[in-house]
């Protein structure tokens, strides 16, 4: 768990490194009607020449595909910038959410924000007509309200029978519902205008200047660090809180930390994902980043890779198409990242899983088959005398023509089973098509005895030791040799052959892949 | 000596209750060094009470079972006792001093359905959240210190697993892991809670082992338990539980049916049987 602080930590530097020098460059402003001092004096975008009913995509060319993913323009390193940090930083703290199960806080942080922002808006309206609206002073109202409603969420959980679910609903909704009523007081206000106020709740990724990155940047960048310094007692707080606390770790205040960074995450993505959206950020990334990976620095890692990433892209394909909005479109792009996760990721994905289970399947048929084999022609090997083994020319196995409606006699196999199991086993070479039937190879009669003495062995085990059952032993897959100690198999191999007196196999057989 | 709470108290002694009343006349046990050291302990969930007075010294370097049926409060009280959940009433000490001064001597083993095991952590790192307190604020867990969790999961016979993925363990295995957790502290006093539950019988057997070696190391440990038949095999002293403090004591002295009885409420078919195998077996001290 070292390297993952550690890689955050260089990972936040080269992040805010990479930040600095296209902040340097503010004579490259391409956006006149946004001033870089981080006041909200701005028009919702219009998308010129083009009505609602105009539904043609425009499709960029390759020039603005290159200089956008490139970031050549001011505009777009700014835009772009903004949200990969904002991605990142959300990534980050969303893993500690998502395994905390409280995947739904970022959600209560963003509704609850939106009094907070009117409130701040209205007191400034009031307080000092006409002078310009900070948006800091709004974010500053968003991040108040936004920590009221997690403590309120907080204390209805602790202080009353109602669950936490029912908590984060009603502060949620209450929040939400008086941010509203007071949007539309300020609708009514002679002065009133609401245009600025809107895009907190869809989000106006487009309309960022180099202020609003600054923030966002050493928000993130704060947020990381915090995470990377505190990332063990993290880890331990969302694992087993009572158990940290036992040992004397604030973990209430630990909590409150980590609180702290998912709501300063979500008041940070506001402006330019939306309230609506926000969440989406925080926990799409940790949900898909955990199908890769089973353990936390990595999936840590991931979750804020991906979250940047997405953002990176989602950034690219708004500022392409005109009409998407970038916190729409990165949402979906992460989303999209979730359903790959799901389906092909490493750990957990369904594909994987799926495969896994379909290599189990065959294995298992396998060994059935080569078991039935030699059970077969154990009466064979009595005949001619204790057999020699393996090692010793030919293998007498070998010597035995295998009919189909015998193999099918020993067993309660569907004849199409029993049919693919044969074509698999000649494919490997294990058997062979003969005058009549098959006949094992010598790859096929080692298997057989492999299996067989196996097979053998551990059902003596359980017999004999059932006691001490060695759970989650794959006792198919796993050759007895490699889980119990010499004497015990030693033990067993001589009950076995006091059952089995012709069976007479080497204690230690060469490991035999027959696959190959 | 006592403390503030002790005022709120609602009965002082039960009167019926001799272990009650044996506990609180003696005032001069209270400032004893033991392990730990109950004192009129009560707690309530929800205005209910769940523990009622209770008194209880646990002898130094020897195995206690908390026993009891469901419901009892035996975890409840390991859970007051290190101050996870608020008491009503009562003192707790360690070692003769508040819990909060001597964590780093005590030692807990939780229950095993209390933590999610789909957490992305494998054996190795939960063994190692029991150093974290040696490893301090900030700091990664570092080479050295995963090298020492690995000789505590040595010690519990999980070296192989220590890789694993915690859900791809067994419950016993995971047991297993949490001990090592709880010995990688390396207290000198260990609360268990039903350490023994859903285990296989290696398992078992690797937890009655690893008691034994904390005994013969001076360390005392309370272990909540529910298999009434292996009291007497496993452990010296018996706490009886049943809301209030039914007995305690060396398990020759106080583990007898009229105990269990007075704990169980006599419906307990397997009363007889423990009778009988203690009368079977009284060369146990």
């Known amino acids: 768990m070292s390297s993952p602080a550690v890689r955050f930590a260089a990972g936040g530097l080269l992040v805010l490194g990479l930040l600095l020098p296209g902040l340097d460059l503010p004579t490259a402003s391409a956006a006149p009607s946004h001033s870089a001092d981080g006041h909200l004096h701005r028009p919702i975008p219009q998308h010129s020449g083009t009505s609602i009913s105009d539904t043609r995509i425009q499709w960029p060319s390759w020039q603005k595909l290159s200089d956008t993913l490139l970031m050549r323009h001011y505009n777009t390193r700014i835009v772009l910038l903004g949200t990969i940090l904002l991605g990142i930083g959300a990534g980050t703290v969303g893993t500690f959410m998502l395994l905390r199960r409280r995947a739904l806080i970022g959600d209560v942080v963003s509704h609850a924000s939106l009094p907070g922002i009117a409130l701040a808006f209205l007191y400034i309206e009031l307080?000092?007509?006409?002078?310009?609206?900070?948006?800091?002073?709004?974010?500053?109202?968003?991040?108040?309200?936004?920590?009221?409603?997690?403590?309120?969420?907080?204390?209805?959980?602790?202080?009353?029978?109602?669950?936490?679910?029912?908590?984060?609903?009603?502060?949620?909704?209450?929040?939400?519902?008086?941010?509203?009523?007071?949007?539309?007081?300020?609708?009514?206000?002679?002065?009133?205008?609401?245009?600025?106020?809107?895009?907190?709740?869809?989000?106006?990724?487009?309309?960022?200047?180099?202020?609003?990155?600054?923030?966002?940047?050493?928000?993130?960048?704060?947020?990381?660090?915090?995470?990377?310094?505190?990332?063990?007692?993290?880890?331990?707080?969302?694992?087993?809180?009572?158990?940290?606390?036992?040992?004397?770790?604030?973990?209430?205040?630990?909590?409150?930390?980590?609180?702290?960074?998912?709501?300063?995450?979500?008041?940070?993505?506001?402006?330019?994902?939306?309230?609506?959206?926000?969440?989406?950020?925080?926990?799409?990334?940790?949900?898909?980043?955990?199908?890769?990976?089973?353990?936390?620095?990595?999936?840590?890692?991931?979750?804020?890779?991906?979250?940047?990433?997405?953002?990176?892209?989602?950034?690219?394909?708004?500022?392409?198409?005109?009409?998407?909005?970038?916190?729409?479109?990165?949402?979906?792009?992460?989303?999209?990242?979730?359903?790959?996760?799901?389906?092909?990721?490493?750990r957990r994905g369904l594909l994987p899983q799926f495969l896994n289970q379909l290599a189990t399947t065959r294995r298992v048929g396998r060994h059935d088959l080569s078991r039935t084999l030699y059970e077969m022609l154990e009466p064979h090997l009595e005949q001619t005398g204790p057999d020699s083994g393996p090692d010793s020319g030919s293998d007498p196995l070998c010597l035995h023509l295998l009919v189909h409606d015998q193999i099918l006699a020993r067993r309660s196999w569907s004849t199409r089973r029993l049919t693919r199991l044969i074509r698999i086993a000649v494919s490997e070479d294990r058997l062979e098509v003969v005058e009549g039937g098959w006949r094992l190879t010598e790859a096929g009669a080692a298997d057989a005895r492999l299996v067989a003495r196996n097979h053998r062995l551990w059902e003596t085990y359980l017999v004999l030791h059932a006691d001490i059952a060695t759970s989650h032993v794959d006792r198919d897959a796993d050759l007895i040799e490699h889980v119990l100690d010499p004497d015990l198999v030693a033990q067993l191999l001589e009950a076995v052959s006091q059952r089995y007196p012709h069976m007479g196999m080497p204690p230690s057989p060469h490991p035999i892949d027959p696959g190959s | 000596m006592r403390m503030t709470g002790d005022s709120a108290r609602l009965d002082p002694t039960d009167p019926l209750d001799p272990a009650a009343s044996a506990g609180s006349s003696d005032g001069a046990r209270h400032l004893s060094s033991a392990p730990v050291a109950i004192h009129d302990m009560t707690v309530a969930y929800h205005r209910r009470p769940v523990l009622w007075d209770i008194d209880f010294d646990a002898r130094p370097g020897k195995l206690t079972a908390i026993v009891g049926p469901n419901g009892s409060g035996k975890t409840t009280l390991i859970k007051a006792a290190l101050d996870l959940i608020p008491r009503a009433s009562g003192d707790v000490r360690f070692f003769g001093s508040p819990y909060r001064e001597v964590r780093h001597r005590v030692g807990y083993v939780p229950q095993r359905g209390s933590v999610d095991w789909d957490f992305p952590v494998n054996a190795l790192d939960v063994v190692a959240m029991g150093l974290y307190k040696q490893i301090g604020w900030f700091r990664p867990v570092s080479r050295r210190y995963r090298l020492q969790a690995m000789e505590f999961l040595e010690r519990v016979g999980m070296v192989d697993y220590a890789k694993r993925q915690i859900s791809q363990l067994s419950g016993g295995q995971q047991q297993r892991v949490f001990l090592a957790r709880a010995l990688a502290q390396q207290a000198d006093l260990y609360l268990m809670d039903e350490p023994f539950v859903g285990v296989d019988a290696a398992t078992e057997r690797a937890i009655v082992d690893i008691l034994r070696e904390l005994q013969a190391a001076g360390k005392t440990a309370l272990v909540v338990h529910h298999d009434l038949q292996t009291v007497p095999e496993y452990f010296d002293e018996v706490l009886l539980l049943n809301m209030r403090l039914v007995a305690t004591g060396p398990v020759a002295e106080v583990f007898t049916p009229e105990n269990l009885r007075a704990t169980y409420g006599g419906k307990l078919a397997l009363l007889d049987q423990v009778g009988h195998r203690m009368t079977l077996d009284p060369s146990r001290s």
């Open chain 1, 127 to 346: 307080a000092h007509p006409g002078s310009e609206r900070s948006l800091h002073a709004l974010l500053l109202g968003a991040l108040a309200a936004g920590l009221l409603g997690v403590l309120c969420t907080t204390g209805i959980t602790r202080f009353s029978r109602i669950k936490e679910d029912a908590a984060l609903a009603i502060v949620l909704s209450v929040f939400f519902g008086a941010g509203i009523a007071l949007f539309t007081i300020i609708q009514k206000l002679p002065t009133g205008q609401v245009a600025g106020l809107q895009s907190f709740i869809y989000g106006q990724t487009a309309s960022m200047t180099a202020a609003d990155v600054k923030l966002i940047g050493s928000t993130s960048f704060v947020v990381v660090v915090v995470s990377a310094l505190l990332f063990k007692e993290f880890g331990l707080l969302c694992f087993d809180e009572e158990f940290g606390r036992s040992h004397g770790w604030p973990t209430t205040r630990l909590d409150f930390v980590l609180m702290g960074l998912v709501v300063c995450m979500a008041i940070i993505g506001l402006q330019s994902v939306g309230l609506l959206l926000v969440v989406a950020m925080l926990i799409i990334p940790a949900a898909a980043a955990r199908f890769w990976t089973e353990r936390l620095g990595p999936m840590t890692l991931i979750a804020a890779g991906l979250g940047g990433v997405s953002a990176w892209l989602g950034g690219v394909v708004s500022s392409l198409f005109a009409r998407f909005s970038a916190g729409a479109v990165i949402v979906l792009v992460g989303s999209l990242f979730f359903m790959l996760s799901m389906a092909v990721g490493r």
